[in-house]
């Protein structure tokens, strides 16, 4: 697999891993039964941004993209360039990082609740 194939295979997993957090959200209350998987891949998400300080999907594609050539750096945020890139808006790291990381803890807290009083 090329480099440029391995940088569009991480970023399209990338989005949809954040449209499966984010919709995972609202999916819950329409499949109970989805909530166990839902926790985990919160619980799993929460855990690797913790310890390792970045989404390990932005630390792959950024060295994939340096070996490949490619001018991109995301400066540790992929979702600030992205927002940047498609709204227009300029969002510094940190406002990112507190947006996922409430993104993040309401949905965490929202599977929790539908597991607690189902």
Same mark, same amino acid.
């Given at each position: 697999?090329? *480099?440029?194939?391995?940088?569009?295979? /991480?970023?399209?997993?990338?989005?949809?891993?954040?449209?499966?957090?984010?919709?995972?959200?609202?999916?819950? #209350? *329409?499949?109970?039964?989805? =909530?166990?998987?839902?926790?985990?891949?919160? !619980?799993? !998400? &929460?855990?690797?941004?913790? #310890? &390792?300080?970045?989404?390990?999907?932005?630390?792959?594609?950024?060295?994939?993209?340096?070996?490949?050539?490619?001018? /991109?750096? *995301?400066?540790?945020?992929?979702?600030?360039?992205?927002?940047?890139?498609? #709204?227009?808006?300029?969002?510094?790291?940190?406002?990112?990082?507190?947006?996922?990381?409430?993104?993040?803890?309401i949905? *965490?807290?929202?599977?929790v609740? =539908?597991?607690? #009083?189902?």
């Open positions: 697999m090329t *480099y440029k194939a391995m940088i569009y295979l /991480i970023m399209v997993i990338h989005f949809l891993w954040i449209i499966l957090l984010v919709g995972g959200s609202i999916y819950i #209350f *329409y499949n109970p039964g989805y =909530v166990q998987w839902h926790l985990t891949i919160i !619980t799993l !998400t &929460l855990l690797l941004n913790l #310890f &390792l300080g970045a989404c390990p999907l932005t630390i792959w594609e950024e060295n994939a993209r340096e070996k490949a050539g490619d001018k /991109i750096d *995301y400066h540790g945020s992929f979702a600030a360039t992205y927002i940047n890139r498609i #709204f227009g808006i300029e969002v510094t790291e940190n406002q990112v990082l507190i947006l996922m990381s409430l993104i993040k803890l949905s *965490y807290l929202i599977a609740g =539908v597991v607690v #009083f189902k």
